[in-house]
């Protein structure tokens, strides 16, 4: 095996080791468990940590190795969990006061794909309240730093999801992506997010942002690891009527370093204005080196970028208006201790305390785009221009394999430093919203850093194709080091002994 200390050891690494018996799942746990409690007080990254459930776990999995069964393909693999996602006698917030206490008395269809890989829940992690936000500063309990610079933000809205992954306090993460929430803390944080074609990730069990947009999605520190997770979460469930009953791929077998005939298409709109000129420039040099291993790379264009902001923010702050309009007081969330004087003053007292100010922006918003008079106006103008940023995505992607973008306009900003302008906030989220309002499968992995902090290069692909872009990323990653970086966080006091 190494000497290299547990808490650096990927995915692949760990479970093949674990099923072999070569490690045990317990030491590896208790070696993230350490590792959580050594940096997690200047990182944030958790809001619960499972402790001894997890190392319990792992001794049935050492069990399972030492009768001779396999415990699957993550055996041992601690998880970290994005807490808007259900789970089974652990708090599940979203970061909200609203749901603050809640306990689910069930497991999302991807926890129990997790746990049946062998996979160990080793604890929440935060995000923007209810995933509204693009830093995690908006977190009714904390805010999460950066840990390649702890004055800057790591993203959002899965910011705890992708701190935990780069501080080395898990191998592995689950994030959700609206608009680019797993994709842009990925970037800003240096490590490798999925979010998967809509539909191909089972949202059941998933707290519901903008319905029509949400999915589910890993975080890992390479494109392989991102495969093996991928390989295990992706496929139909009945129990999701968004699930599609589209065949899943061999993930880890499309991986074969050789991108030659590869068809690559740089979008200029991506490039342009709002984009840091060095952000571009590491982008597109990280293309370069896909072009020097036989890709093909040509210029396109998606003519409606410009529009994709503005359409998200109509579609999703109207889907989240509706979906959290269940939270009344009554049959849903915080109940407000105050005495009221009728049914309205409940409400309104309990949404008023349970929600925090960015929720409670968005909610307005949404609800003024669905109000009687405006709804054509707003909501049902930005339905059409959503199919016309779709057409977009499909004239193009007939005509090259995937699309090489930036993840982000710019490398982490400094906390506070949006905190009161929503707008530059908001912008952080122009390179991926395009994704999610077509649909499509996007990825982030690190191509470089500027002023020590990393920059993320975005692939984006055809539906369900997923393969290709972890194809064209583990062929990057084999090419380059920019992934196998660590903050100076991840590198002092790395707990647990050699393997």
Same mark, same amino acid.
């Given at each position: 095996?190494?000497?290299?200390?547990?808490?650096?050891?990927?995915?692949?690494?760990?479970?093949?080791?674990?099923?072999?018996?070569?490690?045990?799942?317990?030491?590896?746990?208790?070696?993230?468990?350490?590792?959580?409690?050594?940096?997690?007080?200047?990182?944030?990254?958790?809001?619960?940590?499972?402790?001894?459930?997890?190392?319990?776990?792992?001794?049935?999995?050492?069990?399972?190795?030492?009768?001779?069964?396999?415990?699957?393909?993550?055996?041992?693999?601690?998880?970290?969990?994005?807490?808007?996602?259900?789970?089974?006698?652990?708090?599940?917030?979203? #970061? !909200?006061?609203?749901? =603050?206490?809640?306990?689910?008395?069930? %497991? *999302?269809?991807?926890?129990? /794909? +997790?746990? @049946?890989?062998?996979?160990?829940?080793?604890?929440?992690?935060?995000?923007?309240?209810?995933?509204?936000?693009?830093?995690?500063?908006?977190?009714?309990?904390?805010?999460?730093?950066?840990?390649?610079?702890?004055?800057?933000?790591?993203?959002?809205?899965?910011?705890?999801?992708?701190?935990?992954?780069?501080?080395?306090?898990?191998?592995?993460?689950?994030?959700?992506?609206?608009?680019?929430?797993?994709?842009?803390?990925?970037?800003?944080?240096?490590?490798?997010?999925?979010?998967?074609?809509?539909?191909?990730?089972?949202?059941?069990?998933?707290?519901?942002? #903008? !319905?029509?947009?949400? =999915?589910?999605?890993?975080?890992?520190? %390479? *494109?392989?690891?991102?495969? /093996? +997770?991928? @390989?295990?979460?992706?496929?139909?469930?009945?129990?999701?009527?968004?699930?599609?009953?589209?065949?899943?791929?061999?993930?880890?077998?499309?991986?074969?370093?050789?991108?030659?005939?590869?068809?690559?298409?740089?979008?200029?709109?991506?490039?342009?204005?709002?984009?840091?000129?060095?952000?571009?420039?590491?982008?597109?040099?990280?293309?370069?080196?896909?072009?020097?291993?036989?890709?093909?790379?040509?210029?396109?264009?998606?003519?409606?970028?410009?529009?994709?902001?503005?359409?998200?923010?109509?579609?999703?702050?109207?889907?989240?208006?509706?979906?959290? #309009?269940?939270?009344?007081?009554?049959?849903?969330?915080?109940?407000?201790?105050?005495?009221?004087?009728?049914?309205?003053?409940?409400?309104?007292?309990?949404?008023?305390?349970?929600?925090?100010?960015?929720?409670?922006?968005?909610?307005?918003?949404?609800?003024?785009?669905?109000?009687?008079?405006?709804?054509?106006?707003?909501?049902?103008?930005?339905?059409?221009?959503?199919?016309?940023?779709?057409?977009?995505?499909?004239?193009?992607?007939?005509?090259?394999?995937?699309?090489?973008?930036?993840?982000?306009?710019?490398?982490?900003?400094?906390?506070?430093?949006?905190?009161?302008?929503?707008?530059?906030?908001?912008?952080?989220?122009?390179?991926?919203?395009?994704?999610?309002?077509?649909?499509?499968?996007?990825?982030?992995?690190?191509?470089?850093?500027?002023?020590?902090?990393?920059?993320?290069?975005?692939?984006?692909?055809?539906?369900?194709?997923?393969?290709?872009?972890?194809?064209?990323?583990?062929?990057?990653?084999?090419?380059?080091?920019?992934?196998?970086?660590?903050?100076?966080?991840?590198?002092?006091?790395?707990?647990?002994?050699?393997?």
């Amino acid at each position: 095996m190494t000497d290299r200390p547990l808490t650096e050891l990927g995915v692949v690494e760990t479970a093949e080791a674990v099923r072999r018996g070569r490690l045990r799942a317990e030491e590896v746990t208790r070696a993230h468990l350490d590792r959580i409690a050594a940096v997690d007080g200047r990182i944030r990254a958790f809001l619960h940590v499972t402790g001894e459930a997890a190392l319990a776990r792992a001794r049935e999995i050492d069990e399972a190795v030492r009768r001779g069964a396999d415990p699957g393909p993550l055996a041992g693999v601690p998880v970290a969990v994005k807490d808007n996602i259900c789970t089974r006698g652990v708090p599940t917030t979203a #970061a !909200s006061r609203m749901l =603050q206490g809640f306990v689910p008395p069930y %497991d *999302a269809t991807v926890i129990e /794909r +997790l746990n @049946a890989a062998g996979a160990i829940i080793i604890g929440k992690t935060n995000l923007d309240e209810f995933a509204m936000g693009s830093s995690t500063e908006h977190s009714a309990f904390q805010v999460t730093a950066n840990p390649w610079d702890e004055s800057r933000v790591p993203g959002g809205s899965s910011g705890g999801s992708a701190a935990a992954v780069a501080a080395g306090e898990a191998p592995a993460a689950l994030g959700t992506d609206t608009g680019g929430s797993i994709r842009l803390p990925a970037a800003f944080c240096g490590v490798t997010g999925l979010k998967p074609t809509y539909g191909r990730v089972s949202r059941y069990g998933a707290i519901a942002f #903008a !319905s029509s947009l949400d =999915q589910i999605g890993p975080f890992a520190r %390479d *494109a392989r690891d991102t495969a /093996r +997770l991928l @390989a295990v979460l992706a496929g139909y469930d009945q129990r999701d009527s968004t699930s599609a009953q589209e065949p899943t791929a061999d993930y880890e077998g499309a991986l074969t370093g050789d991108v030659r005939g590869l068809k690559i298409g740089l979008p200029a709109e991506y490039f342009g204005e709002g984009v840091d000129s060095r952000v571009a420039q590491a982008v597109r040099e990280a293309v370069a080196v896909l072009k020097d291993a036989g890709a093909q790379v040509v210029e396109v264009s998606l003519p409606y970028t410009s529009y994709t902001l503005p359409v998200y923010h109509l579609v999703a702050t109207a889907e989240a208006s509706s979906n959290l #309009a269940r939270y009344d007081g009554v049959r849903y969330g915080h109940r407000t201790s105050r005495r009221v004087t009728s049914h309205g003053d409940l409400i309104a007292r309990s949404r008023g305390e349970g929600f925090g100010p960015e929720v409670k922006l968005r909610i307005i918003l949404g609800t003024f785009a669905l109000s009687a008079g405006y709804y054509d106006q707003y909501y049902g103008k930005a339905q059409q221009v959503r199919r016309l940023i779709k057409d977009d995505f499909e004239r193009v992607l007939a005509q090259v394999d995937l699309l090489a973008t930036p993840t982000a306009p710019t490398v982490a900003f400094p906390i506070g430093e949006r905190a009161d302008d929503p707008m530059a906030m908001y912008m952080a989220d122009i390179c991926t919203t395009g994704a999610n309002l077509a649909g499509l499968p996007a990825l982030s992995i690190p191509c470089g850093f500027l002023d020590g902090l990393p920059v993320g290069l975005q692939l984006i692909g055809r539906p369900f194709d997923e393969a290709t872009l972890l194809r064209a990323a583990d062929a990057y990653q084999r090419l380059t080091d920019h992934h196998l970086r660590r903050p100076a966080l991840a590198a002092a006091g790395a707990a647990g002994g050699g393997a």
